[in-house]
């Protein structure tokens, strides 16, 4: 089995960097390449709802637009644990999905 502690220690600490005015619910992301990078994201919220964006897009957003396109694990913090959103996991299976 992998180990991946540096992987949920880099969600952990993403974390913190979490804008969640309006519902207090931090979340913390972090993306490893399979070159070994890791890129992080937090959860930004807007008074406008649909204006917010999930750890996990942010995360991947990041990696993409540095040009990262091999991904081979994702962790994500959050309080009480929570899956990826509907959203977030439409873009994991498009952009992150298995790769060999």
Known sequence: MPDHS????????ARKQS??????????????TVDGKIITGANIESASYGLSCCAERVALFKAL?????????LAVASPGGAAPCGACRQLIAEYAAATE
Do not use: M
């Not at 540096?6 to 600490?13: D, F, K, N, P």
């Open 19 to 32: 804008i969640a005015t309006y519902s207090k619910f931090q979340v913390g992301a972090a993306l490893k």
């Open 65 to 73: 637009t540095d040009g990262q396109r091999n991904f081979q694990a």
């Open 6 to 13: 540096q992987l949920i220690s880099a969600a952990l600490e």
